[in-house]
C-alpha cells in the first residue's frame, strides 16, 4: 500500500517556541544591562565581553571537534554563557581573565558534565567563583577610570548606611561593579521582558528576594529599616542573580514547588552571606550552593498525581 | 457566574473559524461501502450477512461479539459482496462487511416512541440494539457505560460539549441545529438515574451555543448549562468532571466510582434517535477541516464511506496536504491514505498543509519546566520520558507514569520539541501488556 501522507504520533501541533528562542530572548534582556555596563565603563567593556564570548563559544566548539560531537553552538548557549560570564567580571579584569574563565565555564563546568541540560552548576557561576578564587585580587578590584573606593555593599557592611552613593546611583546603576550588575533599572527592563514572553515565571525571583527582605528586616544593622533594605536590594549581584543567574533552567528545581524553595534558601543564604560572612558578596555562593541542592528539592517537590489521595470508589 | 476549568493545561490556536459558520450538509456514501465490524472497544461484532444477500438501510449486519461489543447496522441498501480487511484509522487491519450501494437508501421500518411511554429496561434495550458507542473517540458501548453497578448513586450526568481540541466544530453546530434532539437525548438518560442532575460543559469560545441551551432549559430543574474556561484538555473526562463537580479521578477509577456517568454531545443525539426514533447509529456528523480544503464544514456521513469519498465529494483539495488527521491535532491519529472508511467513532478529520511536528527536530531537555506546568495530571513528563526512553519500567511507574491521559499537552508545549507524549504511551502500552500477560 503507497504511503501518500505523514504519519506521526499526537499532537499534530506544536507551540512555536524552540530553546533557540528562549536564548535568544534571553541575551536580548540583558541587552540593557549589558548595554549601560558599555556606555557607563567604556571600552574596556567592550573588550572583555569580546573575549569571554569569543571564548566560550570557541572552546564548546574546538571540544565538540576533538571529541566528534554534534556541534551545537548554534543552540545560542554557550554565547549566552560567555556574555552572563562577562557581565559578572569587574571591568578592570584583565582580558585573559575572560579566556579563562569561558573556557572554565564552558569545558569544567560544562562539557564534562555532558553538556546542555545536564550540568548541575551554572557555568557563568561556576567559572565566576573560580576566578574569584584562584585571582582574588583581580576579581574584586572594582576601580574603574578615577574612581577607586568602596563598593555599596561595602559601605552598607562596615558603616550600615551609605555616605558616598544615594538610593538614586544605585537604581541608575553610577556605581562600582561588575560590568552588568550595576544598573537595578536595566535589569528589571530585561526582567519584564522574559516575564512578558514567559520565559521565566516569578517564582523564582520573587521568592528569592521576599526572603531576603524578610531576613535582612529581622537581622539587618538597624530592623525594619525600609532605606537600608532598599539599599541592600538594589547593590551588589542580587537583581541580576534573583533574575538571570538562579533561572537558569538546567540549574533550578522543575516544578514551582520547587522553585519557590530553591528561592527561599538562595535568598536566606544571600542574606547570611551579606549579613554574618566576612566578604560583603555572596550572591554567587548562594546560587551556587542551592545548585547543589537541587536533585534534594526535585525529590520533595515533585508535584502529586492527579486524583492520588482522592476519593475511592465513591 | 464563573467560568470553571482545571490546574494545568493548554492553549493553542483554535482554528475553528475554519468550519464553525458551515451548517451540517449530507453527504451520501458512493457505490460500495466497507463498513467495519469493530467500530467500538471490545470484541468486533460478528456478522449475520453473507455475500449475496439482499440488505437495507439500518438492517442489523453484524452483532455485538461480547459483554462489552456494540451491534454494527448498514449504512445503504444493496448487496452484500463479502467481507474484506481494511486498515482503519487508528492503523490497525480490521474486517469489514463490504457492500454494493443501489442507491435507494430503503430502509427498515424504525419504531418509534414517546419519552414518556419508554421505562429503564427498554431505553437500554433500544440504545444496545441500535448499536450507539461512546461517539467522542473511545468509542465505549452506550448500554454498558450507562448500565453501572451503582445506578441510584449516579447524581451527576456530565455532557462533555467542551470540544476543547483545536479545529473541530461538529458539537458545536449539532448543538445549535439539533439542541431541541440533543435536550431529548439527554432527559432520555435522566430517566435512568433518579437522583442525576445534566451538567452541559461548554467552553466559553462558543458563547452562543451557551445562550441558547440556557435559554431553552430555563424550566428544566434537572439540566444546567455550565460555561467553562477554553483551554485544552477541557474535555479530557478527568478534567471535566473535575471541573464541574471538584471530584478527582485516577486511572484505576471509572466516572461512576464518583457518582458521574460522562457522554458527549453526539452520543445524546444517537441514544436520542435510538430510543424514540428507532433509528440505529449508523450516521453521525463529523468536521473536515483545515487548510488545504475546498469546502471544510459539517458533514453528516454515513458509517462505512472512506475519506476519500467525502473529500471529492466536497470538492477535494486546493493544497496538497502533508498530513491527514483522523480526530483533532492534539489526540487524533495520523493516516497514510484516505481509503480509510469512517466509523462511529470517527468525529473529524483535519487536513495540514504543513506538518509542524515532522519539521521540528528534537534536542535535548533543558529542564524549563514547562511540560511539568501544563500537564494536567500533574506529572513530571521530562522524567517519565527519560524513563521511558532508558527502559527503566520501575522508574516510569514510581513517577506515576500509568496517569497519564495522552493529551499530549507536555509535547505541545516542549521548547526543546521533544516527543514526550510518545515515549510516555509507549512504555505504557507496555507496562499494560505485561501486566495483562502476568493475570
Ligand atoms: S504527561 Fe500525559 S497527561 Fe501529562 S501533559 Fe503529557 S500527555 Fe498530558
Ligand atoms: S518542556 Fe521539554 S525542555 Fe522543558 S522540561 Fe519538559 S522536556 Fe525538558
Not at chain 2, 78 to 86: D, E, L, T, Y
Not at chain 2, 246 to 272: H, Q, T, Y
Amino acid at each position: 500500500m503507497e504511503h501518500q501522507y505523514h504519519i506521526s504520533s499526537s499532537p499534530h501541533i506544536r507551540d512555536t517556541l524552540t530553546t533557540n528562542k528562549i536564548m535568544q530572548y534571553v541575551i536580548l534582556a540583558l541587552l540593557p544591562t549589558t548595554l549601560f555596563g558599555v556606555v557607563y565603563f567604556g571600552l574596556d567593556a567592550v573588550i572583555l565581553l569580546v573575549l569571554t564570548i569569543g571564548s566560550t563559544v570557541f572552546f564548546e566548539y574546538f571540544y565538540e571537534k576533538i571529541l566528534h560531537l554534534p556541534i551545537t553552538i548554534k543552540d545560542g548557549s554557550a554565547f549566552l554563557t560567555g556574555l552572563l560570564l562577562a557581565i559578572n567580571l569587574p571591568v578592570s579584569a584583565p582580558w585573559w581573565i575572560g579566556i579563562l574563565g569561558g573556557a572554565f565555564a564552558i569545558v569544567v563546568v560544562k562539557m564534562l558534565f555532558g553538556g546542555l541540560g545536564q550540568n548541575f552548576m551554572n557555568p557563568a557561576l561556576g567559572a565566576r567563583c573560580f576566578l574569584v578564587i584562584s585571582f582574588t585580587s583581580y576579581m574584586t578590584d572594582f576601580s574603574y577610570d578615577a574612581f577607586s573606593g568602596a563598593t555599596p555593599l561595602a559601605e552598607l557592611k562596615t558603616d550600615g548606611i551609605l555616605s558616598s552613593f544615594d538610593l538614586m546611583d544605585l537604581f541608575v546603576g553610577t556605581i562600582p561593579g561588575t560590568i552588568g550588575e550595576t544598573s537595578v533599572i536595566a535589569i528589571l527592563l530585561g526582567a519584564a521582558f522574559l516575564v512578558y514572553k514567559k520565559v521565566i515565571r516569578l517564582t523564582i525571583p520573587v521568592s528569592i528576594l521576599v526572603s531576603f527582605s524578610a531576613f535582612i528586616l529581622l537581622f539587618g544593622s538597624s530592623s525594619l529599616d525600609i532605606h537600608y533594605l532598599l539599599c541592600q536590594l538594589c547593590s551588589g549581584g542580587i537583581m541580576l542573580g534573583a533574575w538571570f543567574m538562579a533561572t537558569d533552567y538546567v540549574t533550578s528545581p522543575i516544578s514551582d514547588q520547587g522553585r519557590i524553595i530553591f528561592g527561599i534558601i538562595i535568598g536566606l543564604l544571600i542574606g547570611i552571606f551579606r549579613i554574618f560572612g566576612a566578604s560583603s558578596e555572596g550572591v554567587s555562593y548562594a546560587i551556587i550552593f542551592a545548585n547543589l541542592l537541587v536533585p534534594l528539592i526535585d525529590k520533595i517537590s515533585i508535584p502529586k498525581p492527579f486524583g492520588k489521595g482522592g476519593p475511592k470508589n465513591g | 457566574m464563573k467560568h470553571l476549568s482545571f490546574e494545568g493545561g493548554i492553549h493553542p490556536g483554535d482554528f475553528k473559524d475554519i468550519a464553525k459558520n458551515h451548517e451540517i450538509k449530507e453527504v451520501l456514501p458512493g457505490d460500495i461501502v466497507l463498513i467495519p465490524l469493530s467500530q467500538h472497544i471490545g470484541a468486533p461484532a460478528i456478522p449475520l450477512v453473507e455475500k449475496g444477500d439482499e440488505v437495507l438501510v439500518g438492517q442489523l449486519i453484524a452483532e455485538a461479539g461480547g459483554f462489552v461489543s456494540a451491534n454494527v447496522h448498514s449504512s445503504v441498501s444493496g448487496k452484500v459482496k463479502g467481507i474484506k480487511s481494511s486498515f482503519s484509522t487508528t492503523g490497525f487491519q480490521v474486517q469489514c462487511i463490504e457492500i454494493e450501494n443501489n442507491h435507494l437508501y430503503e430502509h427498515v421500518s424504525f419504531d418509534s416512541r414517546l419519552l414518556e411511554n419508554v421505562e429503564k429496561e427498554e431505553i437500554l434495550e433500544r440504545i444496545k440494539n441500535a448499536g450507539v458507542v461512546g461517539m467522542g473517540g473511545a468509542g465505549f458501548p452506550s448500554h454498558v457505560k450507562l448500565a453501572p453497578k451503582n445506578p441510584e448513586a449516579i447524581d451527576c450526568l456530565i455532557v462533555n460539549a467542551a470540544e476543547c481540541e483545536p479545529y473541530i466544530t461538529a458539537d458545536y453546530r449539532c448543538m445549535l441545529e439539533a439542541s431541541d434532539e440533543f435536550l431529548l437525548g439527554i432527559e432520555v438518560v435522566l430517566k435512568l438515574f433518579d437522583k442525576a442532575v445534566a451538567y452541559i460543559g461548554i467552553e466559553d469560545n462558543k458563547m452562543d451555543c451557551i445562550a441558547l441551551l440556557q435559554d431553552k432549559c430555563k424550566d428544566k430543574d434537572n439540566i444546567k448549562v455550565i460555561p467553562l474556561v477554553t483551554k485544552y484538555p477541557q474535555g479530557g473526562e478527568r478534567q471535566l468532571i473535575h471541573a464541574i463537580t471538584g471530584r478527582k479521578l485516577n486511572s484505576s477509577m471509572l466516572p461512576n466510582d464518583v457518582g458521574c456517568i460522562v457522554n458527549n454531545v453526539e452520543s445524546f443525539i444517537a441514544i436520542k434517535k435510538a430510543v424514540i426514533d428507532g433509528i440505529p447509529a449508523y450516521q453521525r456528523i463529523l468536521t473536515l477541516s483545515g487548510d488545504c480544503l475546498q469546502s471544510p464544514g459539517n458533514y453528516l456521513i454515513s458509517v462505512g464511506m472512506t475519506h476519500q469519498e467525502l473529500i471529492d465529494q466536497t470538492g477535494g483539495f486546493v493544497l496538497t496536504p502533508s498530513k491527514i488527521i483522523s480526530g483533532g491535532p492534539m489526540m487524533g491519529f495520523s493516516i497514510f491514505h484516505l481509503d480509510t472508511p469512517f466509523t462511529k467513532t470517527s468525529s473529524s478529520i483535519v487536513c495540514l498543509h504543513e506538518d509542524v511536528v515532522s519539521m521540528c527536530e528534537s534536542s535535548v531537555c533543558i529542564n524549563c519546566g514547562r511540560c511539568v506546568s501544563v500537564c494536567p495530571s500533574k506529572l513530571v513528563p521530562s522524567r517519565l520520558a527519560k524513563a521511558a526512553e532508558n527502559g527503566d519500567q520501575q522508574g516510569f511507574m514510581d513517577y506515576h507514569g500509568l496517569e497519564c491521559i495522552e493529551c499530549g499537552s507536555c509535547s505541545y508545549v516542549c521548547p526543546a520539541k521533544k516527543h514526550l507524549k510518545q515515549s510516555i504511551s509507549n512504555a505504557k502500552k507496555q507496562i499494560i501488556a505485561k501486566n495483562r500477560g502476568k493475570k
